[in-house]
């Protein structure tokens, strides 16, 4: 960042979290991410930089060895004059949603991450004069709790994230239940994965985006109809999979160009983009492939029908090494809650050992190999249960990334070699693939996930489960009654 040509005017608001806001620059492929904090909540420069430095270190010695050099993008922290902070704070501020001015910009340190803008990444060869599209997929959790530590048995069947829906719904957070289910994500079966991408892009919620030369146009909106989003969305999408444009208008062409945006991203998250090591992690035992409230497998089982068995993920896809990270969760928080009362009971005994114990860092190469100790034999030490607490928030993190998808079409003189090129009906299109939100999930967060945990199950066994019990104890009396007519009295 070059201080004497910094310009407000030449960055826009781009988005924001709970714990960082990100503005974008008009020309330039790049992103300044900033720290946000309640009014009350001051925090000194020294501090601030060292935290934005930890989400740098974590992402360069950690994220980056167990997903591939070419998916994770840490970028650098920099020093910003404060007058074109505070302008630029100014500037943004009318953009910045309401449920999220709760918190306030950094505009005193001057510190702030300089990132690659990655919805408008641009490799190999991609055509300046073509627009460049992004889709920006929250997977989350790809797999079933395998620890025998789980107490309730539901979440041996039933996945978080579709327990964690009705909850949603029931507390107004969403309007609707999502039909996504992550284990048809990950499960390689094209067939489920199909459905998975179709159910994102009938309710979005917070899971997909979709963007067009760095603007957002759609996700994150359940206002409108998905068919009225879906026929303005087609209208985006047709000159990338139909560039000829001979494809009429109507019903018809609208479910064409989704269904060439499923089959797609399909291919790309199959595809092997990073040929660097695939890893050293292999936490198995799997639970079950299948999650009993997906709208897909109730479908097939009402049909009498098996759900397919999914075909198992390509070991250098993106996919794969994301699920491997999640499974670092080797003990799930019911297992894992007991070990952090313990590291607690001994930092509130040696408080000086926090540092020594490196719960905020440094995240370095000696953070990265004590994650590689997949054992789940407890030998009592705070040492045991300090790894499976490290773990946990490193498998957390990875169960709330974001995968984003960059295309462009293609020039039709490229060479036949170009790399990392997917192929749709009527076109070709080059690709990246990168992750996003990989900071490192607070220490201090696991007593929250622990009552988190318990209130999701306990809300659906309560309300969901029953209504199922209900209706199939009415069903087995209904069949009684009709037994008991045809005996001889």
Known sequence: MEEEKMDENEWGYHGEGNKSLVVAHAQRCVVLRFLKFPPNRKKTSEEIFQHLQDIVDFGKNVMKEFLGENCVHCGEVVQLPLEFVKQLCLKIQSERPESRCDKELDTLSGYAMCLPNLTRLQTYRIAEHRPILCVEIKPKCGFIPFSSSVTHEMKHKVCRYCMHQHLKVATGKWKQISKYCPLDLFSGNKQRMHFALKSLLQESQNNLKIFKNGELIYGCGDARSPVADWRELAYHLKPFFFPSNGLAGGAHCTRAVIRELVHVITRVLLSSSDKGQVGALRPGPWGLHVCEASPFSRSLHHQGKNTPERSGLPK??????????????????????????????????????????????????????????????????????????????????????????????????????????VPSSRSRLAFSV?????????????????KLDAKIVNYYSKTVHAKDDTVMSTRFKESEDCTLVLHKV
Do not use: W
């Open 434 to 450: 990168s992750v996003l939100d990989l900071d490192l999930k607070p220490y201090e967060s696991i007593p929250h996930q622990y």
């Open 316 to 421: 250098g896809c993106l996919l794969y090494k994301t699920l491997q990270v999640q499974m670092l969760d080797l003990l799930d928080i019911e297992g894992l809650y007991p070990l952090y009362n313990r590291v607690e009971r001994y930092l509130e005994e040696f408080p000086k050992e926090r540092k020594m114990l490196q719960i905020d860092g440094p995240y370095d190469e000696a953070f990265h190999q004590k994650l590689l100790d997949l054992s789940t034999e407890d030998d009592g030490t705070v040492a045991f249960a300090l790894t499976k607490v490290q773990q946990y928030r490193v498998a957390m993190t990875a169960k709330d990334c974001s995968i984003m998808i960059a295309l462009s079409p293609c020039l039709q003189d490229a060479s036949s070699d170009q790399r990392l090129v």
